[in-house]
């Protein structure tokens, strides 16, 4: 039977989600448990990769196994193997049509910046800083050049291994909560480090080293070397992944965390 999993994990401790030889990363953390509890080897395919130090509130995995478990075991039961930075969150049973990363057709991250002077030491490994003033409103409108469907290749790292660069980016918000900002991306899928690229850019419109307008020529540009350097990954959650009702699957609420804004 193939089993759905919602996953949450704190990617402070990991060197990404991707399994790696002789590496410590949470897709490799994950099958150990979960093979444990089936009695032979799970491997597990998942909606999206996340890059070393970077959180998911709800990746999602799949897995085809033999062994004939209630529920509560691939929760619950998997979870009592888990280290205290990786939680299975719901399982659910899945036809064998269901495909974690080629079933969603939509992905959300949150980033989370503290903006003052000094660095956080409460909630170090969980959100990004920068030191300087920046200009809210500046972002916002830079930002506005980025919603739709475009060429992102000034947005990608060079180890990118998507087949297009072309991606449907659409919302990109930002608020503020006190002195932490809020940016949250929806699209329909994203390259590998676009959105740390994205946060890096802004930041940079933000200080006022560029007006909102540069975005645009970066966009234009479609030469990674135009933007901005890749923003730290503390800060960056895998939100949601969306998948088309018919498949059951649970839909977690999310806020709970960091004073509400998770």
């Known amino acids: ?3 759905a999993l919602g996953v949450e994990y704190d990617g402070s ?3 990404g989600w991707q399994s790696q030889t002789d590496e410590y990363t949470v897709q490799d953390t994950l099958q150990r448990a979960l093979s444990q509890i089936a009695g032979e080897p799970i491997s597990i395919i998942a909606a999206g990769r996340t890059d ?3 959180h998911a509130l709800e990746q999602v995995v799949h897995f085809d196994t033999h062994a004939e478990r209630p529920l509560t075991a691939w929760m619950r039961g998997v979870n009592a193997l888990l280290p205290d930075s990786i939680a299975v969150r719901w399982a659910h049973p899945v036809p064998d049509e ?3 990363r080629f079933s969603a057709h939509g992905r959300s991250y949150r ?4 903006n003052r002077a000094t660095r956080s030491a409460i909630h170090a490994g969980k959100v990004g800083w920068f030191h300087a003033p920046l200009d809210i409103a500046a972002m916002r409108a ?4 980025l919603v739709g469907e475009h060429d992102f290749s000034a947005f990608r790292a060079a180890q990118c291994q998507a087949k297009s660069p072309i991606k ?3 919302q990109l918000d930002i608020r503020q909560q006190g002195e932490m900002l809020i940016f949250d ?3 329909d899928a994203f390259l590998h480090h676009m959105v740390r690229n994205v946060i890096g850019c802004l930041v940079y419109v933000g200080k006022g080293k560029y007006p909102p307008e540069w975005i645009e020529e970066v966009l234009g540009s479609r030469e990674r070397s135009f933007a901005a350097p890749t923003f730290a990954p503390d800060g960056l959650y895998l939100r949601r992944i969306k998948y088309e009702a018919k498949w059951g699957l649970p839909q977690m609420e999310h806020g709970t965390g960091l004073g509400g804004v998770l």
């Open 1 to 3: 039977m193939r089993i």
């Open 13 to 15: 401790p990991y060197c």
């Open 52 to 54: 070393t130090g970077v």
């Open 98 to 100: 269901f495909h974690a």
């Open 111 to 114: 980033y989370l910046l503290i």
């Open 142 to 145: 830079a930002a506005q050049y």
């Open 168 to 170: 449907h980016l659409r």
């Open 185 to 187: 991306l929806s699209a």
